[in-house]
Antibody, heavy 126, light 110 residues
Framework: EVQLVESGGGLVKPGGSLRLSCAASGFTFRSYNMNWVRQAPGKGLEWVSSIGSSTNYIYYADSVKGRFTISRDDAKNSLYLQMNSLRAEDTAVYYC???????????????????WGQGTLVTVSS | QSALTQPASVSGSPGQSIAISCTGTTSDVGGYNYVSWYQQHPGKAPKLMIYDVTNRPSGVSNRFSGSKSGNTASLTISGLQAEDEADYYCSSYTSSSTHVFGTGTKVSVL
């Protein structure tokens, strides 16, 4: 059974940093694209970042580019999101999701998000 | 990247069919067959219902179907049931190698 368990959320002041983790099990982690998707309280879903298997690509939403860094440790079956210079608008539940991708001619298409974790809440407030 | 446009709410009676639209541009929905749909119940994580416009993952009821015409994708729920009451989001790959979600639609079963 595929399981994704996020951790690391909490309350942080504006301008602060936080590192989220996602522990994966039940599948061959190194073979899959992984993603972070967030949802502000009472709002819709927002794609944040994606990382390819073997870290062959990394993409970010414009809203977090330059502030967030996605990474993975295939030996530990873990996905990470380092969040710096946090703002109030980053307050959200952050979900880890396993993706479905199609790669051809050096381009990888993020097709869908197949499995999701339960999410971890990040609150940015003074 | 602007969010894809969905109606805020759609409702129907048990047994009826409803459709949820998802409108984008030629840079996302209209340019790729990588549209997916997600169901989210309150307080729960999203669940993949449709991928690559028309495909259903294993275990998803065949009452759910997807389609696309031009820049607009649609999710149809037939034989509406009480447990279908939830929020639904579309999403698409974009020409910027990113991903964009829809604004979300609340489905109510009357």
């Amino acid at each position: 059974e595929v399981q994704l368990v996020e951790s690391g959320g909490g309350l942080v002041k504006p301008g602060g940093s936080l590192r989220l983790s996602c522990a994966a099990s039940g599948f061959t982690f190194r073979s899959y694209n992984m993603n972070w998707v967030r949802q502000a309280p009472g709002k819709g879903l927002e794609w944040v970042s994606s990382i390819g298997s073997s870290t062959n690509y990394i993409y970010y939403a414009d809203s977090v580019k330059g502030r967030f860094t996605i990474s993975r440790d295939d030996a530990k079956n873990s996905l990470y999101l380092q969040m710096n210079s946090l703002r109030a608008e980053d307050t959200a539940v952050y979900y880890c999701a396993r993706g479905g991708t199609y790669c051809t001619n050096g381009v990888c298409y993020i097709r869908f998000f197949e499995y999701w974790g339960q999410g971890t809440l990040v609150t940015v407030s003074s | 990247q602007s969010a894809l446009t969905q109606p805020a709410s759609v409702s129907g009676s048990p047994g009826q069919s409803i459709a949820i639209s998802c409108t984008g541009t030629t840079s996302d929905v209209g340019g790729y067959n990588y549209v997916s749909w997600y169901q989210q119940h309150p307080g729960k994580a999203p669940k993949l219902m449709i991928y690559d416009v028309t495909n259903r993952p294993s275990g998803v009821s065949n009452r759910f179907s997807g389609s696309k015409s031009g820049n607009t994708a649609s999710l149809t729920i037939s034989g509406l049931q009480a447990e279908d009451e939830a929020d639904y989001y579309c999403s698409s790959y974009t020409s910027s190698s990113t991903h964009v979600f829809g604004t979300g639609t609340k489905v109510s079963v009357l």
